[in-house]
């Protein structure tokens, strides 16, 4: 069943369009990112959830109750939303404490006092912080923060969660955790979460689903294994992982692929975009998907190698091949000139 | 607050600062006093007051007094601001709080200290005479006036320059530095034309608060004639034997008309000063500029000028009130009394005046900051063309002076019938206080709302909070400290003003400001020295409580 639903969303700052038509079903117990660059307009998107911001045109429903309608005139105010919203800079209240904090949506809706202590207590210790309803924010690590804000947002059961970021403010190390800790805690309660971010591989460690955004417009949804495999566009692939890029032109097409070439080398590969023949094009092949192999045959080329870069697990190397380059991934390689096997399947021409 | 309430807030405000200023618009048009049952509509007040030689002479000393005074306290104030953010000049921490004093002490009492210091009796001149046998200055001239005026309107550039010196990072400067700049040029090239337009700014006001200049001159000017634009509204008051409300009101016009323009660019200049700041550089840990062995004479400058418009005039104003005479061949020690301070007792407006002060500058400034704040909150993270209604109403009773505003408070409450009843009470001051310093408080109390970023007010909305219960719970409490401070400054600050309440004197509102500039009139000196020592040492408790509170909110 859909929990969250959004039908043509246009919003504008002034004369700036931010969102140019956004439509998406969000179905129950479904962990969706919205991914995209700065000025993308996910942040933006979030917000029209939340009722921060007043889109021009557009339906927002949760459940089957419409929360936004600009041709009925509806919009209702954050607070009679009911959704859970986990800031950015998690936006912790510094004059309460973490238990007033997580408390404070439940004061607003008459629970007493009996329960409150009880289900604030459990949400603490969902989070891993049962022990510490007594500090202020400022006395706890960004970590903690974090995990009070979501508890803030979780305590009166929303039928949505909303992240912005969740996870930006957090080092390194600690987001690897966070990551797999927050799509854990969210599958347990089987709740409905949207979550915004920039980094491709945190919305495809946490989400079930990742609509892709630029410029204000859907440009991909999907489960993370068909944006990352099945491109729709050059600035899919190219958001979604490190690619080689091949400017070219369409020399000929055959079964869904097209062949295009690598200073004089012709290399087939599958035709993403219906560019016709003789126009321009690009070939995108993943990293990983160029093998360094022993000779010459179908969509191979040679290339010499430029450089190495050991990076621990593997080494990166790094191909001329006229004006070009590629780079693969593999094991140590003597200098010189290598063949490199480009496979049909795994180049994509837009 | 939805936004019914706030458009309520906005259009009171708005009815209580277009009110004074249209009632006075309206009274220069009329033959007589508003409150005659035959006036009639004419032009004879401006015509009156546009063919008096006086008007042009108080115009043109107010004038000439603006631009020297403006002259003296901008470079002297960047020069201290730069010494005192910028360098390792010796003992910078001790003089930074001393730097702003004459800011706090009203300019009525700072007028009186010149005169028993430097006047032609005064302790300094005849000590000086004695020692040296001549007076090489003579107070009452308008070159001593301008010099005063410019050198206890120093702290004003001062504030404004260094707060913008100390925002900027010194990276800009360590820049200049390693591309082979020194220190002074790095000062002339770099540090003083990245804060110009603060400078520019404090020059503007400086200005502006020489034209409204109404102690300094009262005290100073009348001896010799010398009339300002203010003085000649105070003692254009009986000018015709009977109040003269008409000429008052044309004069009123006229110096709202001189000061709108200066407002506006004030604020203009504000804007553009705020940008360019913003655009400072990381405010890391500044490490101070080396001056050598500049910094001794440029100790000795300060610590001269302190002197000079600090020390001198408190301290002989202060000796002034503990002795019974003075004269050549007196030793004070012997004419030590507390026979003023007794007398003051005896008077029962005085010690009213000495209550209501107190009650004004507390209760009144807490009551103020709580009208500041609703206002505040009307306008809060709104946008919309009331709160742009709002940005230029605050400006209006910017332009008028303390004296002008009382006036036309004054005629507000006499003109209003369910007013009038209220005219001899503290209530008619604290109106005319709060109108005064609007834009002030509400400078303040923004300030202190600016901390908060919005995310906090929005994440109340989210959990489920109403925007009524947004500002109670979560956007007041949060602010509590930054209005705490607020109604500290505004205490101070009620505490010193003394123009505003010169025409609502009466029995039941005296305030030791007004009372102070009514027995300067009468020549009561005795009294006027310890009241204003009684003054001096209110504001200096209120400046304490700030200073440790300041300590306790920073640790």
Redesign the interface.
Same mark, same amino acid.
């Given at each position: 069943m859909a929990k969250l639903i959004i039908d043509d969303l246009h919003l504008s700052y002034g004369s700036t369009e931010i969102l140019k038509g956004i439509t998406a079903t969000f179905a129950q117990g479904e962990i969706v990112a919205l991914l995209g660059r700065s000025g993308s307009g996910k942040t933006t998107l979030l917000r029209s959830i939340?009722?921060?911001e007043e889109p021009k045109k557009g339906v927002i429903s949760i459940g089957d109750q419409p929360v936004f309608d600009a041709a009925a005139g509806l919009n209702v $105010?954050?607070?009679?939303?009911?959704?859970?919203?986990v800031?950015?800079?998690y936006?912790?209240? $510094?004059?309460k404490t973490v238990f007033e904090n997580v408390a404070?949506?439940l004061r607003?809706?008459n629970v007493a006092k009996a329960e409150l202590q009880q289900r604030v207590a459990a949400v603490l210790d969902g989070v891993g912080l049962g022990h510490l309803g007594d500090r202020y924010p400022h006395q706890m690590s960004g970590g903690q923060q974090q995990r009070v804000a979501l508890a803030?947002?979780l305590v009166?059961n929303p039928p949505v969660i909303l992240l912005d970021e969740p996870l930006s403010n957090l080092d390194a190390k600690l987001r690897e955790e966070a990551r797999i800790w927050i799509r854990t805690l969210i599958k347990r309660m089987n709740l409905t979460a949207v979550f915004v971010t920039h980094d491709q591989v945190e919305a495809m460690a946490i989400a079930d689903r990742i609509v892709l955004l630029d410029g204000g417009r859907i440009v991909q949804a999907g489960t993370p294994e068909q944006l990352y495999t099945e491109p729709v566009s050059l600035f899919a692939s190219e958001f979604m992982g490190v690619n080689n890029q091949i400017k070219s032109r369409v020399q000929d097409k055959r079964g869904g692929y097209a062949r295009i070439e690598l200073s004089g080398h012709p290399l087939w590969g599958k035709d993403r975009a219906g560019k016709g023949v003789s126009e321009d094009a690009t070939g995108v092949i993943r990293l990983e998907q160029v093998e360094v192999v022993d000779g010459e045959g179908e969509n191979r080329i040679p290339a010499e190698l430029e450089t190495s870069v050991y990076l621990g697990s593997h080494w990166e190397h790094v191909f001329r091949c006229g004006d070009q380059t590629l780079r693969a991934f593999g094991r140590p390689l003597a200098a010189g000139t290598h063949w490199l096997h480009l496979p049909p399947e795994q180049l994509w021409v837009f | 607050m939805n936004r019914a309430t706030r458009i309520a807030v906005i259009v009171a405000m708005a009815i209580a600062v277009l009110a004074p200023i249209g009632l006075v618009v309206y009274q220069s048009f009329l033959d007589g006093p508003f409150f005659q049952p035959k006036t009639a509509f004419t032009f004879s007040a401006y015509e009156f007051v546009l063919d008096d030689e006086d008007f042009f002479d108080a115009l043109y000393n107010s004038c000439v007094i603006a631009f020297g005074m403006t002259a003296i306290a901008v470079p002297v104030g960047a020069m201290l601001a730069f010494l005192m953010a910028r360098t390792d000049l010796p003992g910078r921490r001790w003089i930074e709080p001393v730097i702003l004093v004459p800011m706090f002490v009203s300019s009525v009492v700072l007028a009186f200290g010149f005169v028993v210091s430097l006047g032609p009796a005064g302790f300094v001149t005849l000590w000086f005479k004695g020692t040296f046998g001549f007076v090489p200055w003579y107070l009452y001239s308008k070159t001593t006036l301008i010099v005063i005026a410019g050198l206890t309107h120093v702290p004003h550039v001062f504030l404004y320059t260094s707060s913008a010196l100390r925002s900027l990072g010194s990276d800009v400067e360590e820049a200049a530095r390693m591309t082979g700049a020194g220190p002074l040029r790095t000062a002339l090239t770099v540090s003083l034309p990245m804060v110009m337009p603060n400078i520019l700014y404090a020059a503007v006001l400086v200005f502006f608060l020489g034209f409204e200049l109404f102690g300094l001159p009262l005290v100073l000017g009348d001896p010799e004639g010398i009339l300002v634009l203010a003085t000649y509204l105070y003692k254009l008051t009986n000018k015709l034997g009977t109040p003269s409300y008409q000429l008052m009101a044309v004069v009123v016009v006229a110096i709202i008309c001189i000061a709108l323009p200066l407002v506006a660019l004030q604020r203009f200049l504000l804007r553009a000063a705020n940008r360019y700041v913003s655009v400072k550089g990381k405010a890391a840990a500044q490490k101070p500029v080396s001056i050598g062995v500049w910094r001794w004479p440029a100790a000795a400058m300060i610590t001269a000028w302190l002197l000079f418009t600090v020390v001198v005039p408190i301290s002989g104003l202060v000796l002034r009130a503990f002795v019974s005479s003075w004269g050549e061949g007196v030793n004070l020690l012997d004419v030590l009394t507390l026979a003023h301070f007794r007398e003051l007792m005896e008077f029962p407006n005085l010690t009213r005046g000495i209550v209501n002060t107190l009650l004004i500058a507390s209760v009144g400034g807490a009551l103020s900051v709580g009208v500041y704040t609703m206002l505040n909150l009307a306008a809060h993270r709104w946008q919309s063309g009331w709160t742009k209604l709002m940005d230029y109403l605050v400006l209006l009773p910017r332009a008028m002076p303390g004296l002008v505003a009382g006036l036309a408070i004054f005629w507000v409450f006499l003109f209003t019938p369910f007013l009038s009843p209220l005219r001899q009470t503290m209530i008619a001051i604290w109106v005319a206080y709060t109108l005064v310093w609007l834009a002030y408080g509400m400078r303040l109390v923004s300030g202190a709302l600016l901390q908060i970023g919005p995310e906090l007010e929005e994440a109340g909305r989210i959990v489920g909070a109403s925007p009524g219960r947004v500002s109670r719970d979560l956007t007041i409490p949060l602010v509590k400290v930054g209005l705490f401070s607020s109604w500290l400054l505004i205490f101070v600050t009620f505490m010193r003003e003394y123009s505003t309440g010169v025409y609502l004197l009466a029995p039941g509102t005296e305030v030791i400001g007004s009372l102070l500039v009514s027995l300067w009139g009468t020549g009561a000196v005795d009294l006027v020295t310890a009241l204003s020592t009684v003054n001096i040492a209110m504001i200096g408790g209120g400046l304490l409580l700030m200073s440790l509170f300041g300590k306790r909110s920073h640790g």
């Amino acid at each position: 069943m859909a929990k969250l639903i959004i039908d043509d969303l246009h919003l504008s700052y002034g004369s700036t369009e931010i969102l140019k038509g956004i439509t998406a079903t969000f179905a129950q117990g479904e962990i969706v990112a919205l991914l995209g660059r700065s000025g993308s307009g996910k942040t933006t998107l979030l917000r029209s959830i939340a009722g921060l911001e007043e889109p021009k045109k557009g339906v927002i429903s949760i459940g089957d109750q419409p929360v936004f309608d600009a041709a009925a005139g509806l919009n209702v $105010p954050s607070e009679k939303r009911g959704l859970g919203l986990v800031f950015q800079s998690y936006a912790l209240w $510094p004059h309460k404490t973490v238990f007033e904090n997580v408390a404070y949506g439940l004061r607003l809706r008459n629970v007493a006092k009996a329960e409150l202590q009880q289900r604030v207590a459990a949400v603490l210790d969902g989070v891993g912080l049962g022990h510490l309803g007594d500090r202020y924010p400022h006395q706890m690590s960004g970590g903690q923060q974090q995990r009070v804000a979501l508890a803030r947002a979780l305590v009166y059961n929303p039928p949505v969660i909303l992240l912005d970021e969740p996870l930006s403010n957090l080092d390194a190390k600690l987001r690897e955790e966070a990551r797999i800790w927050i799509r854990t805690l969210i599958k347990r309660m089987n709740l409905t979460a949207v979550f915004v971010t920039h980094d491709q591989v945190e919305a495809m460690a946490i989400a079930d689903r990742i609509v892709l955004l630029d410029g204000g417009r859907i440009v991909q949804a999907g489960t993370p294994e068909q944006l990352y495999t099945e491109p729709v566009s050059l600035f899919a692939s190219e958001f979604m992982g490190v690619n080689n890029q091949i400017k070219s032109r369409v020399q000929d097409k055959r079964g869904g692929y097209a062949r295009i070439e690598l200073s004089g080398h012709p290399l087939w590969g599958k035709d993403r975009a219906g560019k016709g023949v003789s126009e321009d094009a690009t070939g995108v092949i993943r990293l990983e998907q160029v093998e360094v192999v022993d000779g010459e045959g179908e969509n191979r080329i040679p290339a010499e190698l430029e450089t190495s870069v050991y990076l621990g697990s593997h080494w990166e190397h790094v191909f001329r091949c006229g004006d070009q380059t590629l780079r693969a991934f593999g094991r140590p390689l003597a200098a010189g000139t290598h063949w490199l096997h480009l496979p049909p399947e795994q180049l994509w021409v837009f | 607050m939805n936004r019914a309430t706030r458009i309520a807030v906005i259009v009171a405000m708005a009815i209580a600062v277009l009110a004074p200023i249209g009632l006075v618009v309206y009274q220069s048009f009329l033959d007589g006093p508003f409150f005659q049952p035959k006036t009639a509509f004419t032009f004879s007040a401006y015509e009156f007051v546009l063919d008096d030689e006086d008007f042009f002479d108080a115009l043109y000393n107010s004038c000439v007094i603006a631009f020297g005074m403006t002259a003296i306290a901008v470079p002297v104030g960047a020069m201290l601001a730069f010494l005192m953010a910028r360098t390792d000049l010796p003992g910078r921490r001790w003089i930074e709080p001393v730097i702003l004093v004459p800011m706090f002490v009203s300019s009525v009492v700072l007028a009186f200290g010149f005169v028993v210091s430097l006047g032609p009796a005064g302790f300094v001149t005849l000590w000086f005479k004695g020692t040296f046998g001549f007076v090489p200055w003579y107070l009452y001239s308008k070159t001593t006036l301008i010099v005063i005026a410019g050198l206890t309107h120093v702290p004003h550039v001062f504030l404004y320059t260094s707060s913008a010196l100390r925002s900027l990072g010194s990276d800009v400067e360590e820049a200049a530095r390693m591309t082979g700049a020194g220190p002074l040029r790095t000062a002339l090239t770099v540090s003083l034309p990245m804060v110009m337009p603060n400078i520019l700014y404090a020059a503007v006001l400086v200005f502006f608060l020489g034209f409204e200049l109404f102690g300094l001159p009262l005290v100073l000017g009348d001896p010799e004639g010398i009339l300002v634009l203010a003085t000649y509204l105070y003692k254009l008051t009986n000018k015709l034997g009977t109040p003269s409300y008409q000429l008052m009101a044309v004069v009123v016009v006229a110096i709202i008309c001189i000061a709108l323009p200066l407002v506006a660019l004030q604020r203009f200049l504000l804007r553009a000063a705020n940008r360019y700041v913003s655009v400072k550089g990381k405010a890391a840990a500044q490490k101070p500029v080396s001056i050598g062995v500049w910094r001794w004479p440029a100790a000795a400058m300060i610590t001269a000028w302190l002197l000079f418009t600090v020390v001198v005039p408190i301290s002989g104003l202060v000796l002034r009130a503990f002795v019974s005479s003075w004269g050549e061949g007196v030793n004070l020690l012997d004419v030590l009394t507390l026979a003023h301070f007794r007398e003051l007792m005896e008077f029962p407006n005085l010690t009213r005046g000495i209550v209501n002060t107190l009650l004004i500058a507390s209760v009144g400034g807490a009551l103020s900051v709580g009208v500041y704040t609703m206002l505040n909150l009307a306008a809060h993270r709104w946008q919309s063309g009331w709160t742009k209604l709002m940005d230029y109403l605050v400006l209006l009773p910017r332009a008028m002076p303390g004296l002008v505003a009382g006036l036309a408070i004054f005629w507000v409450f006499l003109f209003t019938p369910f007013l009038s009843p209220l005219r001899q009470t503290m209530i008619a001051i604290w109106v005319a206080y709060t109108l005064v310093w609007l834009a002030y408080g509400m400078r303040l109390v923004s300030g202190a709302l600016l901390q908060i970023g919005p995310e906090l007010e929005e994440a109340g909305r989210i959990v489920g909070a109403s925007p009524g219960r947004v500002s109670r719970d979560l956007t007041i409490p949060l602010v509590k400290v930054g209005l705490f401070s607020s109604w500290l400054l505004i205490f101070v600050t009620f505490m010193r003003e003394y123009s505003t309440g010169v025409y609502l004197l009466a029995p039941g509102t005296e305030v030791i400001g007004s009372l102070l500039v009514s027995l300067w009139g009468t020549g009561a000196v005795d009294l006027v020295t310890a009241l204003s020592t009684v003054n001096i040492a209110m504001i200096g408790g209120g400046l304490l409580l700030m200073s440790l509170f300041g300590k306790r909110s920073h640790g």
